[in-house]
């Protein structure tokens, strides 16, 4: 390994401990915010089966030569969404003409180069044959395809592989003192060598998940905390703990609302909650979703503990029971209707939910499908449900459900309704 990838001896670890505990407890740092927020992991089965299509694409020559509108956009978009650590992850990945990078659109080769990395990342679990498998990509010389795969990689491998950009690399070398380079495949590994080390260093504050020390290089190099220089000692540590920058009135703005949008998210669940229970329905709270306040009240108060049988034995059972709300017939014990809230986020993650349930348990396959989002998002739900990457959902017959028609209609649907009558009323198909 170059010297300059080398951290310099760690001289000050209880520095290192204090500032690790004092990020954990920052409400708004990217551990709380990010780390921590149960829709981050929704994404990842969904980014997974994302990710196989684009392999089968590009194995039958299928994936086209353009970034915009293909599946690999659906899935960098997703992956985008994930806050403020993912943002301006399409970067990367977007054609740029006069550079010609990343040279994966109209070059065929180095697409099926490409291809087949993914594919054996999305195959192996060991951690030697992906390391091989970056070798391997980087032995290629595609122009313009570098670390930032990792962030691919990273929903599938979260405690082997971690996700990289410029702020993680910049707090990596400010709290190491090492000289890691952005944009070159040997830096990366030795990047993700250090991190892992200092994973296993702290093992009782960082979870094995990369996402974890990737958060808190993140705030680090963002420049959310500051780190003093070699030297300074333990004095100059605990000087750096108090001097968090100010946030910028955007960031503020930013964080509100995201918190917002939690705080939205779960009461229209309640909403679907309580309307569910008037029709007669037994309900089910997505899994992570079952402690969340509503109402002063845990969410899934008097719903279901646990799914039906077949939906238990099935594989797709991690998925389904991520869907946001189930609409559950008393009688037969088959599901009647999924709804999922997508207030901001892509529709991918809810899709590919519901997908699993429709083509892993086939017993449910007769339920309604609903994506449930504010009136302003009408239009944006239907151009993603447009994209090529969900012509296979079209026989779902999914439909969209505004917010504003929820909240207007709820009460009299819950009263004088019966079955799904009054939810697909006020409701519209996508498939149309």
Aim: charged share 20%; with cysteine.
């Amino acid at each position: 390994m170059d010297d300059s990838l080398k951290a310099t001896p760690d001289s000050s670890t209880p520095g290192r401990q204090n500032l690790i505990e004092r990020w954990k407890s920052d409400a708004h740092g990217t551990y709380q915010s990010w780390f921590l927020w149960d829709e981050r992991l929704k994404n990842f089965r969904s980014i997974r089966r994302g990710l196989q299509v684009v392999v089968q694409e590009i194995r039958e020559n299928r994936f086209g030569t353009a970034y915009r509108g293909s599946s690999l956009e659906t899935v960098v978009h997703s992956i985008a969404e994930q806050r403020q650590i993912f943002k301006g992850a399409d970067h990367a990945f977007l054609w740029k003409p006069k550079l010609r990078i990343p040279d994966i659109y109209e070059n065929r080769d180095n697409q099926v180069a490409f291809g087949r990395f993914l594919d054996i990342c999305l195959c192996c679990q060991e951690e030697a044959e992906l390391v091989q498998a970056v070798r391997e990509l980087d032995g290629k010389n595609i122009k313009g395809l570098g670390p930032a795969c990792a962030n691919l990689l990273y929903f599938l491998h979260p405690t082997v592989i971690p996700p990289s950009n410029t702020a993680i690399i910049k707090g990596y070398n400010l709290l190491t003192g090492a000289n890691v380079k952005l944009g070159r495949w040997p830096d990366y590994l030795a990047l993700r060598q250090g991190m892992l080390s200092l994973t296993k260093q702290h093992r009782t504050l960082l979870s094995n998940d990369l996402g974890a020390v990737a958060g808190l290089l993140f705030d680090i190099g963002s420049g959310r905390y500051v780190i003093p220089q070699a030297g300074d000692g333990e004095a100059g540590w605990q000087a750096a703990l108090v001097q968090i920058h100010a946030e910028s009135e955007a960031s503020k703005k930013a964080l509100a609302v995201a918190q917002e949008n939690d705080h939205t998210h779960t009461e229209i669940q309640g909403w679907l909650r309580d309307l569910g229970t008037a029709l007669g329905y037994d309900i089910w709270i997505a899994s992570n979703d079952k402690n969340r306040l509503y109402l002063g009240a845990r969410l899934s108060e008097g719903c279901l503990d646990s799914l039906p049988n077949p939906i238990r034995s099935s594989n797709a059972v991690d998925t389904v029971s991520l869907i946001d709300v189930l609409w559950v017939s008393k009688e037969s014990g088959k599901i009647v209707a999924a709804f999922e809230v997508e207030h901001s986020t892509s529709i991918y993650s809810g899709i590919v939910r519901m997908l699993d349930l429709a083509l892993g348990v086939p017993e449910h396959a007769g339920a309604a499908f609903f994506l449930v989002a504010p009136d302003v998002r009408e239009q944006d739900v239907r151009a993603q449900f447009a994209r090529p990457a969900f012509s296979r959902v079209s026989e779902l017959d999914v439909r969209y459900l505004g917010y504003g028609q929820l909240k207007q209609h709820k009460e009299a649907i819950g009263r004088f309704g019966s079955g799904l009558k009054g939810v697909v009323a006020i409701s519209a198909g996508l498939s149309q």
